[in-house]
């Protein structure tokens, strides 16, 4: 059996911010302001370069779309939260479902 690759996990952490921006068509310096600002925070290589992930890029594909719609920063960084929160609570919602469904 195959082992899984790096490539297979989305959260693995294996673009630099140049790759990303050149295949988001975004500045560099945006990239970096999204992570001083606690927007999209990419890990670090031992080196301390930014290493984005599948998931981080698909992030920041979302979060472009919404300073394109005219969102700041501190608004987008809320409505990620707020997501997250949502995503967690369907989740509780899912599980807490299936363990009625057991009891039934």
Known sequence: MMADLPFDDE???LYSLGQVAAMLNVQQAYL??????DVVTPRRSEGGQRRYSRRDILIVQHVTRM???GMTLIAIRRILEL???????REEL????ERL???E
């Open 67 to 69: 300073a394109d719609e």
């Open 83 to 89: 997501e997250r929160e949502l995503a967690a609570l």
């Open 94 to 97: 899912r599980r807490t479902r």
């Open 11 to 13: 959260h693995a952490p």
């Open 101 to 103: 469904r057991e009891l």
């Open 32 to 37: 970096r302001r999204l992570d001083q600002h």
